[in-house]
């Protein structure tokens, strides 16, 4: 079982409202990342991370938005709910090697739905 | 569009029989991986095959790559009713400054009927 955690797992919120989801790791690992799935769709990854303050964006344009303070910690931010965000938002981590693949441990997802 | 593509979308067998799914990639990779992910959860890692592998085996999975056809395929033997999931390849790349990035394909959802 894999040690990162995301709250909340169900969101329910209404349009123009701000929501952050929580997403932490205790592995130490370097890597974070963000991906959107719409039910029984792709992964997209929107953001990733590979330490402290840094940021990137990734495939898929997302209008939320990311931070990296602390290395176990790695917030999604939307500051204006639309129904077009209505998904499930995975996080995951990984070590942070070159050259090899690394192993990327999921969070169980926030799904948020958007009113 | 994708790095990755799976096929079939979707299967559905008998418990005991076996699964075989096929992910495509576009460009060269260093390796690839097979993840599985049950409904509504986060995606759990299963294989991993290096591009000078052919093929590699864990429990009742086997995984082939043909790095010539830019193919992969995942064997699952004596399938059970807990193998439902949907099931991705994941394939990296070499982007900008050197850093990795990983693509994952778009899933084969497998139903094993008890």
Partial sequence: EADIYQTPRYLVIGTGKKITL??????????MYWYQQ?????????????????TEKGDLSSESTVSRIRTEH???????????HTS???????????????????????????? | SQQGEEDPQALSIQEGENATMNCSYKTSINNLQWYRQNSGRGLVHLILIRS???????????????????????????????????????????????????????????????
């Avoid at chain 1, 929580?22 to 890597?31: A, I, P």
């Avoid at chain 1, 719409?38 to 840094?54: R, W």
């Avoid at chain 1, 499930?88 to 050259?99: M, P």
């Avoid at chain 2, 807990?82 to 994952?104: E, L, N, P």
Wanted: hydrophobic letters at 30%; aromatic letters at 10%; glycine letters at 8%.
């Fill in chain 1, 22 to 31: 929580e997403c932490s790791q205790t592995m130490g690992h370097d890597k």
């Fill in chain 1, 38 to 54: 719409d039910p029984g769709m792709e992964l997209h990854l929107i953001h990733y991370s590979y330490g402290v303050n840094s």
């Fill in chain 1, 74 to 84: 790695f917030p999604l931010t939307l500051e204006s709910a639309r129904p077009s």
């Fill in chain 1, 88 to 115: 499930q938002y995975l996080c995951a981590s990984s070590e942070y090697y070159t050259g090899v693949l690394e192993t990327q441990y999921f969070g169980p997802g926030t799904r948020l739905l958007v009113l």
């Fill in chain 2, 52 to 114: 000078n592998e052919r093929e590699k085996h864990s429990g009742r999975l086997r995984v082939t790559l043909d790095t010539s056809k830019k193919s992969s395929s995942l064997l699952i033997t004596a399938s059970r009713a807990a193998d439902t999931a949907s099931y991705f390849c994941a394939t990296d790349a070499i982007v900008q400054g050197g850093y990795q990035k990983v693509t994952f394909g778009t899933g084969t959802k497998l139903q094993v009927i008890p």
